[in-house]
């Protein structure tokens, strides 16, 4: 040890080495041209958006469930893997409109027969109730990006039947739809994706028989986490909506909504929670009606349904339960 001591001491001196926590760093950090830089985004290459009237579709899941009042029942048998027949039962009551505040409701039943087609390129389903109504909807593919839909409903009652034909285009980056209807109705819309995250579009619609014609504009902007989105109308409609994607299983929605013909102005709040046997969505309004509606799994195929709505300034209550059997 003495004489490597010596001949340190002997040596001329030299520069210092750099401390230990500076050579640590110099190891883990990289030189700054090889710092990774922030992906660029190829504009020529943007997702396809949504669909124009489905802008809502996250929020409406949690804000807008399918409530009813009495006793719902649904049986689907399916006869092969296209073809498929259901068979639904309702009984309840339904809501008269009168003058007063009060809420009268009439005692009502009724037997649903439908049938149904499925196949990757066309969708035939069909609804026959025992009140005279007829429902029928049609999905074709006409080539890979266009689509045709119609949906028809029709009645005994005068003037109250309806139908609507759709055609839909999906580009590459946008979409466009063209619509035709009864009473001289004529839409169309178009939305187109401006960045990864934003797309905005505006629809335009006249109805001749009321000789009533509009313009409205729509934008979404949607990540990982939340859904924003916002509608306004010449019809003097503003819509403005909020998702909060919380977890993979639960998010938060609200809406507003003003309107500036009547000055009306609601809004909502809601949830939409996914339990391992369960899905529980509720939602409460401006209004001050508190709603919940729970589809739980007994088994494979068979669900049972409850639903809640209060309305406490009405003071109208509706409770209802049901069951869906078969897939």
């Not at 949690?62 to 049986?75: T, V």
Request: charged share 20%; proline share 6%; with cysteine.
């Amino acid at each position: 040890m003495g004489s490597s001591v010596s001949h340190a001491a002997a040596s001329p001196p030299s520069i210092p080495p750099p401390p230990p926590h500076a050579v640590g760093l110099a190891g883990v950090l990289p030189p700054k041209s090889e710092e990774k830089s922030e992906k660029k985004v190829d504009w020529l290459n943007l997702p396809c958006p949504v669909p124009f009237e489905e802008i809502q579709r996250e929020a409406l899941m949690s804000l807008k469930p399918e409530l009813f009042e009495g006793l719902r029942f649904d049986f689907t048998k399916g006869l092969n893997q296209k073809f498929s027949l259901s068979h639904s039962v309702f009984m309840g009551s339904m809501e008269v409109p009168s003058q007063s505040s009060d809420t009268i409701k009439v005692p009502t039943a009724h037997y649903e027969f439908g049938a149904n087609f499925l196949d990757p390129k066309l969708m035939l389903v069909g609804r026959v109730l025992t009140d005279g109504r007829l429902n029928a909807r049609v999905k074709c593919d006409l080539s890979d990006n266009l689509t045709l839909k119609i949906n028809a409903q029709l009645t005994n009652e005068p003037h109250y039947s309806q139908g609507m034909f759709n055609f839909d285009y999906k580009g590459k980056d946008y979409r466009s739809q063209f619509q035709i209807g009864n009473n001289a109705f004529y839409g169309a819309n178009y939305i187109q994706s401006v960045s990864p995250h934003l797309s905005l579009g505006s629809e335009v619609f006249w109805l001749g028989h009321q000789r009533k014609s509009g313009v409205g504009f729509a934008a979404r902007y949607d990540t990982d986490k939340m859904v924003a989105t916002g509608q306004v109308a010449s019809t003097g409609i503003v819509a403005l909506s909020y998702v909060q994607k919380v977890s993979e299983k639960v998010s938060l929605a609200s809406d507003f909504m003003y309107n500036l013909m009547t000055r009306d102005v609601t809004s909502s709040f809601g949830y939409d929670y996914i339990l391992r046997q369960c899905r529980l969505r509720g939602k409460i309004d401006s209004a001050g009606c508190v709603a919940a509606y729970l589809e739980e799994r007994l088994n494979m195929g068979v669900n049972f349904i409850l639903s809640a709505e209060i309305n406490h300034p009405k003071k109208d209550y509706k409770f209802g339960f049901g069951m869906t059997v078969g897939e």
